[in-house]
Nanobody, 124 residues
Framework: QLQASGGGLVQAGGSLRLSCAAS????????MGWFRQAPGKEREFVAT????????YTAESVKGRFTMSRDKAKNTVTLQMNNLKPEDTAVYYC???????????????????WGQGTKVTVSS
């Protein structure tokens, strides 16, 4: 089970931190990622982290503004979002996938388990 939290309303240029806690599973050999979906748009990759080594991959659209990290002891990931822009407005989902190869790590269907989503709204 994945529980996401931390969404809300913020002005452009502001910051938010999203968290996602995983329960009921071990995360070795898994990747835990964030995706987002704006109204009328497809779900898109934001960032992901390989649990074993902490290697992160970030979408170009958020690179330099968003940072993903993990807390192995708490089975939790966070997404620190700085300098938010109106185009970051979306529902953000965390997801977990097992043994994902690098070439597919940005693809939503590579992830088997999804959280309920948390809404982020950035006003201009």
């Amino acid at each position: 089970q994945l529980q996401a939290s931390g969404g809300g309303l913020v002005q452009a240029g502001g910051s938010l931190r999203l968290s996602c806690a995983a329960s009921g599973r071990t995360l070795d050999n898994h990747a835990m990622g964030w995706f987002r979906q704006a109204p009328g748009k497809e779900r898109e990759f934001v960032a992901t982290i390989r649990w074993n080594f902490g290697t992160t991959y970030t979408a170009e659209s958020v690179k330099g503004r968003f940072t993903m990290s993990r807390d192995k002891a708490k089975n939790t990931v966070t997404l620190q979002m700085n300098n938010l822009k109106p185009e970051d407005t979306a529902v953000y989902y965390c997801a977990v996938g097992e043994r994902i190869i690098l070439s597919t790590i940005r693809i939503p269907r590579s992830y088997q388990h999804w959280g309920q989503g948390t809404k982020v709204t950035v006003s201009s």
